[in-house]
């Protein structure tokens, strides 16, 4: 069992165009996370969510639009897409917020973005 | 803000033990210290957590200071498939929603 599954793993498209990465956890947890790593393998947290509200929203352009539908899910939707964009995105979770109290981030595998 | 600094990367040898050791030396009181692995084309993985003293499991070994102002990550005898980055992760200063990863140690283990 896949504890978080984030679809699609590849993605081709051309500037300009609207896309859509989408998470889900079975795990159970609360809090769930979109991470950017760029070209140079940095990881950077982009949005989190808590039980369905917002917690954390990086200097992040408005192009990007996270959605959590309920605690399992937290997609993330792309508008008018540029060269820049081109990373790989990680979808996360964990019980908890932040790193008191133990917890513990997990990932998926990560949705590579390519725009051309 | 709490900030992590590593070295960017590390050579080794198979069946050494390699130690990395991570700064953080604005980490808030209820931050805990966590290292994950990434290998290539893959998310993250959790290895070890700690908040003070020693940890170990049966990945990793993880040395934290009383004044918890850096830690160490010990792997024994590294093999091949250890070759990964290993990142360094605590809260940022108050704001312990907002988790930071440094760039990440990049470990080479040679045969």
């Known amino acids: 069992d896949t504890a978080v599954s984030q679809t699609p793993k590849y993605l081709v498209t051309q500037m300009g165009n609207d896309k859509s990465i989408k998470c889900e956890q079975n795990?159970?947890?609360?809090?769930m996370y979109w991470y950017k790593q760029d070209s140079k393998k940095f990881l950077k947290i982009m949005f989190s969510?808590?039980?369905?509200?917002?917690?954390i929203n990086e200097t992040v352009p408005n192009r990007f639009s996270p959605k959590s539908p309920d605690k399992a899910h937290l997609n993330l939707h792309i508008n008018s897409l540029e060269l820049g964009d081109s990373a790989v995105y990680f979808c996360a979770s964990s019980q908890g917020k932040g790193s008191g109290h133990g917890n513990t981030i997990y990932f998926g595998e990560g949705s590579w973005l390519t725009v051309v | 803000l709490a900030k992590t600094t590593q070295p960017i990367s590390m050579d080794s040898y198979e069946g050494q033990e390699v130690n990395i050791t991570c700064s953080h030396n604005?980490?808030?009181?209820?931050?805990?210290i966590t290292w994950y692995q990434q290998f290539p084309s893959q998310g993250p993985r959790f290895i070890i957590q700690?908040?003070?003293t020693k940890v170990t499991n049966e990945v990793a070994s993880l040395f934290i200071p009383a004044d918890r102002k850096s830690s160490t990550l010990s792997l024994p005898r590294v093999s091949l498939s250890d070759t990964a980055v290993y990142y360094c992760?605590?809260?940022?200063?108050?704001?312990?929603?907002?988790?930071?990863f440094g760039t990440g140690t990049r470990l080479q283990v040679f045969p």
């Open positions: 795990l159970g947890h609360d809090t």
């Open positions: 604005n980490i808030a009181t209820n931050d805990y």
């Open positions: 992760l605590v809260g940022e200063g108050f704001n312990t929603d907002k988790l930071i």
């Open positions: 969510y808590n039980n369905k509200e917002l917690i």
């Open positions: 700690g908040y003070k």
